[in-house]
């Protein structure tokens, strides 16, 4: 590590697969690792990413790889961050967007985001799923358009930085708990430790944690029950809606990288994910989206359910900001109070008078 330069994704270009005359960047990744208030808990902050989550990092590898081979049209299926981040790499590179979103569902920042880039939007009825579905059919069928979704192997080369920096920083802690959705980046998160191991760089590989929402569980389900295949869902249901999808693409990759690191997976229920994602911010001053903020809720449940203990060492990821998701953020009770401007003191007063 030490002889590397530079900081983000392409200071370890020697390690990302594929060769890049012209690489598309806007300074992704080197996100802050921040260490939790009490335990050896660190939380790796995805949300400090040019569009605020970590897809940038596969994004900038995957729109490099486009427009190297002379890609003029790029399509993804989203739940809403890739979405924001392929428009954005995509406008870089001066490239056309077609994003495929569920009616309805993607929160409202991502949909702002979207807008901002320029993207052509294009919705459909029903889940994330049909969108895929629909986005390899097409690529399949006109092979001119480029498809930015996680079956595309170099948006988990870049996404396996997240384990670089992990290691750059801490080496390898006990367990890495990563919220799962289409399941790509725990296991490109996999592959990076492996990577360092087999390099000799790193002695051993922590074990992976998937966590899921309950209503979105297919692989945390199938590990939980020993199951070698998911039962897919028709139709996901959480609150989480980035990772509301009930046929993750890349479920064997994640299945794989939790067997092979000796992890596990758990699911969550959307009011531990509130709860959570309050806890998150009231505590430690750190926000997160709902599906974000999966992997602390899980970090909990793996701790109540005695699969981690409280002295292990764990990085948490947080995978995107709190920002993304406007209408979960104010869903957490404040007091908002109309007050005179000149007599600020009597809520304060009245505060310190009722013993708070
Ligand atoms: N966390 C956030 C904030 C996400 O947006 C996603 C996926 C995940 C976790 C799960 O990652 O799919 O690699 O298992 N969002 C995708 C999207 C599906 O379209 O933005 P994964």
């Not at 569902?105 to 702002?112: H, L, M, N, S």
């Amino acid at each position: 590590f030490s002889k590397l330069k530079g900081r983000g994704v392409w200071r370890y270009s020697e390690a990302i697969a594929g060769n890049y005359r012209k690489v598309i960047t806007i300074n992704e990744g080197g996100t802050p690792l921040i260490k939790g208030k009490v335990g050896e808990v660190y939380y790796k902050f995805e949300g400090a990413n040019p569009t605020g989550s970590f897809k940038d990092r596969g994004m900038t590898v995957a729109i490099s790889s486009a427009v190297n081979e002379g890609y003029k049209i790029v399509i993804a299926a989203s739940t809403g961050n890739t979405a924001a981040s392929a428009a954005a790499y995509s406008a870089r590179a001066g490239l056309r967007i077609y994003l495929v979103l569920p009616k309805d569902k993607v929160a409202i920042g991502k949909i702002a985001q979207a807008v901002l880039y320029g993207a052509t939007i294009l919705e459909v009825e029903g889940s994330f799923d049909v969108g895929m579905k629909a986005v390899m059919k097409l690529y399949k069928d006109m092979g001119i358009v480029y498809p930015l979704n996680s079956f595309n192997p170099w948006r988990l080369e870049g996404q396996k930085t997240i384990a670089y920096e992990i290691a750059e920083e801490i080496r390898v802690p006990d367990f890495v708990f990563v919220p799962v959705g289409n399941a790509g980046n725990i296991y490109a998160i996999w592959k990076g430790f492996t990577e360092l191991r087999d390099a000799g760089i790193i002695d051993k590989i922590p074990r992976m944690i998937g966590v899921q929402a309950e209503g979105a569980s297919p692989i945390a389900k199938a590990i939980v029950n020993n199951l070698d295949t998911p039962q897919f869902v028709e139709n996901p249901e959480t609150i989480a809606t980035a990772i509301r999808i009930g046929k993750p693409v890349n479920w064997r990759k994640a299945m794989k990288a939790i067997k092979e690191s000796q992890g596990t997976a758990v699911y969550v229920s959307d009011s531990e994910i509130v709860e959570a994602q309050k806890e998150l911010a009231r505590t430690e001053g750190i926000g997160a989206e709902p599906a974000s903020v999966a992997s602390f809720a899980g970090y909990k449940k793996a701790i109540q359910e005695g699969l981690v203990d409280k002295s292990s060492e764990v990085v948490i990821v947080l995978t995107g900001h709190a920002l993304k998701d406007p209408d979960s953020m104010i869903k957490s009770s404040a007091r908002r109070i109309l007050v005179n401007p000149d007599h600020l003191e009597n809520v304060i007063l009245g505060d310190l008078n009722a013993g708070n």
